[in-house]
C-alpha cells in the first residue's frame, strides 16, 4: 500500500484496524464531519469478538434536523443505559485478552464518560488518545466544510464501512492474523475495533499497524 499524502476520512467510534493502517500510511489527514450523516456505519458503530462470535456495539444518537442532520450536529442519546451495556460487553470480551489490563483504563474513561453530547466530539477524542498512544505522526484535523471536490486526497469517506466489504476500489489492506481471544472457537476475525487489537497485542500495536501499511 503506498504512503498517501492526504487522506479524507469519516468520523469513527473505536475505528477498526483498516481506519489506523491508513491514517499509519498518511502524512494529512481529513476527517469530514459536514457531510449528511448516514446511519449503519463506523461513525456510531465497533465490532469486538466475543465469546458469541463478533459483537457490534451501536451508540444511540439523535438526529435534530432528521435526515438532513449533518455528522457534525450528531448527539448521543442519554436514553438508554448504552455506556454501561458496552463496556460489561468490552470487558467480558477481553478480560482474559494479554494486555486488558494494561489498556483497560484507556479505554474505559471514553466508554463510561458523561462529557460528550456530540458524536463528533466523543470520536475526536477516542482518536487522539489511540494516536498518541501508537505513536501516530500524522496531521489529523477536521475539515472546514463538506469537502465535494476530493481530488487532492485519496477519499475513503464512504469506503471504510460495514455495508462495503467486497469493495473493488481501495480493497481492505492485508492484514495478517494475530492471536484473538476467542479465535480457536471463531477463526481469526479480520479487521475488527482497534480495541481488539489493542487487548490482545498490547504495545506490537503499532509496529503491527505499519507492516500492513506496506503489506
Not at 122 to 146: Q, R
Amino acid at each position: 500500500m503506498a504512503i498517501d499524502h492526504t487522506i479524507l476520512l469519516a468520523t469513527s467510534y473505536f475505528p477498526p484496524i483498516e481506519y489506523f493502517v491508513r491514517i499509519m500510511g498518511a502524512q494529512k489527514v481529513r476527517i469530514d464531519i459536514h457531510e449528511t450523516y448516514a446511519r449503519q456505519t463506523w461513525r456510531n458503530r465497533c465490532n469486538i469478538l466475543t465469546a458469541n462470535g463478533v459483537l457490534s456495539l451501536s451508540i444511540p444518537v439523535e438526529k435534530p434536523l432528521g435526515n438532513h442532520t449533518s455528522t457534525a450536529q450528531v448527539r448521543i442519546s442519554d436514553h438508554s443505559s448504552w455506556q454501561k451495556n458496552h463496556w460489561r460487553s468490552i470487558e467480558a470480551a477481553y478480560r482474559n485478552a494479554p494486555y486488558f489490563l494494561f489498556y483497560r483504563q484507556l479505554a474505559e474513561e471514553f466508554v463510561m464518560s458523561t462529557q460528550y453530547n456530540l458524536l463528533v466530539d466523543l470520536n475526536h477524542a477516542i482518536l487522539n488518545a489511540f494516536c498518541e498512544e501508537l505513536d501516530v505522526s500524522a496531521d489529523i484535523d477536521f475539515t472546514s466544510g463538506f469537502v465535494q471536490n476530493s481530488a487532492a486526497a485519496l477519499d475513503l469517506r464512504f469506503c471504510i464501512s460495514p455495508k462495503n466489504r467486497d469493495r473493488q476500489q481501495y480493497p481492505v489492506p492485508t492484514l495478517a492474523p494475530y492471536y484473538q481471544t476467542f479465535g480457536d472457537k471463531w477463526g481469526f476475525q479480520p479487521n475488527l475495533s482497534i480495541l481488539d487489537l489493542l487487548f490482545n497485542l498490547g504495545p506490537d500495536t503499532a509496529e503491527y499497524l505499519r507492516k500492513a501499511v506496506h503489506a
